[in-house]
């Protein structure tokens, strides 16, 4: 038979044709899959839309209506990633498991905590309340200058007044009427009135400007999870306060700790939402984070010891009170880069206002010594060449994620950027796009 023949005649169909290129074009276009069958191409793309529609979906309602949500889970994820390089480096000495290296690793931070909660929690709390009450002293401080500072400029603006002939209790020329309806006495109480009146213009520039210096029971507030848009009062979110920030360390603990102990299931249950053939990268860039992650982590610990000693003894050697509890807040803000380095030297500050003199001034030169060698020396030293996050990306992060999720996103910023630079240089230049491999930070090869 020629190829050109047409087919044979099939008696069971009645017509002539073949049935199978009709078939397969059915059984594509069909959603229902037979027992033992796979997918058709068809029905995979159409999975494949569902999934990604309903994680961007579930992400948006995330973002709007949970926003701390995902900054918390990042922060466990975080959390169990530092365990478990906590517990390789003690596997090189002891030579056990993974999971009782784990153990001895958690038994330690646990009983850590609970000895400086025990032995030193009170003596930390008075200190605190006695930094707030100091920092409201040193506010009212502040407030009395600034008062006294604006009365200088009203009587040197009467002086200068008296000084070109006019009379500073004359009337202005459009209250000339109420002037000259009052005389004697009333002309007198009138000018007082001007008088007064005045210095409620004084009061009030004052007040302006004093409504800039926040008040240290909303900073706390507001630091420790009081939003800034409740409608209950400072003193209700610092008591509050703690409450949630108790809430989100005890999240992060437990999931980090559970995290930790089987890192690879977690790892490879998000490693198989994606196709086969980029699994192997992914897991390979997700190891690169966390070793990333725990060479900037460990590169923070060290700068915010040596930051916080140097300060301390710096703040002791000028004389200013409570120079161990301002050193150890210090350390504390100096974990976030830039911002943190800023927020630092406000306390000082104002409480060195109390003293006088050249007092302030020094405190300055001294906080900005002791950052000056944080960021050129101490964390380049530790953390290596080549290994940090640029700090134009740092800046950018931390004032994008600042808006979107307030104070936990400008303290996550920069082990998210990290983590992004990871991401975009292994999984996207280097695979995606086929540029020559680039070793990512925190790398030790």
């Known amino acids: 038979m020629s190829a050109d023949a047409p087919p044979p005649f099939d008696p069971a169909d009645g017509r002539r044709g073949r049935k199978e290129p009709m078939r397969v074009e059915n059984a594509a276009m069909d959603d229902t899959v037979p027992p033992g069958e796979s997918p058709s191409p068809y029905v995979r793309r159409l999975w494949k839309a569902a999934a990604i529609a309903s994680i961007v979906v579930a992400a948006f309602l995330v973002l709007c209506y949970a926003p701390e949500a995902a900054l918390l889970v990042f922060a466990a994820i975080w959390f169990g990633s530092a365990l478990v390089q906590c517990a390789k480096g003690l596997g090189r000495y002891t030579h056990m498991g993974p999971r009782w290296n784990l153990a001895i690793v958690v038994t330690l931070l646990v009983a850590a905590m609970l000895a400086i909660t ?47 002939g006019e009379d500073p209790a004359e009337p202005a020329p459009d209250s000339s009427a109420s002037g000259e309806s009052g005389e004697g006495g009333e002309g007198g109480g009138s000018g007082e009135g001007g008088g007064s009146g005045e210095g409620g213009e004084s009061r009030g520039a004052a007040g302006k400007l004093l409504d800039a210096v926040p008040d240290p029971m909303t900073l706390v507030g507001g630091l420790m999870g009081g939003g800034s848009g409740s409608s209950s009062s400072p003193a209700q979110r610092v008591f509050t306060a703690p409450f949630t920030f108790a809430i989100y360390v005890l999240f992060i603990f437990f999931t980090g700790v559970f995290l930790a102990i089987s890192p690879a299931m977690y790892r490879d249950g998000a490693v198989n939402l994606f196709p086969d053939r980029q699994r192997e990268k992914l897991r390979e860039v997700m190891d690169d984070s966390a070793v990333a992650l725990w060479a900037w982590t460990k590169a923070r610990l060290v700068a915010m010891a040596i930051t916080g000693t140097l300060t301390g003894l710096a703040l002791w050697a000028l004389g200013i009170p409570l120079a161990l509890t301002l050193a150890f807040l210090t350390a504390l803000l100096v974990f976030v880069p830039n911002i943190g380095s800023l927020l630092a030297a406000v306390p000082p500050m104002l409480i060195a206002v109390q003293q006088g003199g050249m007092t302030p001034l020094w405190v300055l030169l001294a906080y900005i010594g002791v950052q000056m060698l944080e960021s050129y020396v101490i964390t380049p030293y530790v953390i290596g060449e080549g290994t940090g996050v640029p700090p134009a990306l740092v800046i ?28 975009v240089t292994r999984y996207w230049i280097n695979s995606a796009l086929g540029h020559e491999e680039v070793d990512p930070p925190g790398r030790d090869d």
């Open 396 to 423: 950018t992060g931390q004032l994008v994620l600042g808006i979107l999720f307030g104070a936990l996103g400008v303290l996550f910023a920069t082990p998210i950027i990290l983590v992004s630079m990871i991401f």
């Open 118 to 164: 025990l032995t030193a929690g009170w003596r930390i709390g008075g200190r605190v309340n006695e930094l707030t009450a100091s920092l409201s002293d040193a506010r009212s401080t502040i407030e009395e200058r600034l008062q006294q500072g604006l009365d200088t400029a009203d009587a040197a603006q009467e002086s200068e007044a008296e000084k070109n």
